[in-house]
């Protein structure tokens, strides 16, 4: 099982950019599908971004708009989730998940970090 730890959030003003990050340990790491969540308060989680394994299949929602980037250097063990042009509704929770498989879906993650905080004010 890979463990997830998320970094990078904090405050910012809106048009402002973020860069989050999602270092795993495990032996198997390289192996996994990995995807970056969040949940706004009082809302379901929803799917940002995710990478394949080998990095150059990339799936975002459809409200990053071209806004964030997600990117994994292997040989780190970490993902990354570069935002930039943040609007206040980018305000959320924002969790690093990682699959087996090549899937945006939340119920196929089999694991979770705790999650990094990112507000942006107007």
């Known amino acids: 099982q890979v463990q997830l730890v998320e970094s990078g959030g904090g405050s910012v003003q809106a048009g402002g950019s973020l860069r989050l990050a999602c270092e795993a340990s495990?032996?198997?790491?390289?192996?996994?599908?990995m995807a970056w969540f969040r949940q706004a308060p009082g809302k379901e989680r929803e799917f940002v971004a995710a990478?394949?394994?080998?990095?150059?299949?990339?799936y975002y929602a459809n409200f990053v708009e071209g806004r964030f980037t997600i990117s994994r250097l292997n040989m780190k063990n970490t993902i990354y989730l570069q935002m930039n042009s943040l609007k206040p509704e980018d305000t959320s929770v924002y969790y690093c998940?990682?699959?087996?498989?090549?899937?945006?879906?939340?119920?196929?993650?089999?694991?979770w970090g705790k999650g990094t905080l990112v507000t942006v004010s107007a």
């Open positions: 495990g032996r198997t790491y390289s192996n996994y599908f």
């Open positions: 990478i394949s394994v080998d990095g150059f299949r990339l």
């Open positions: 998940a990682a699959s087996y498989e090549d899937t945006t879906k939340e119920s196929d993650m089999t694991a």
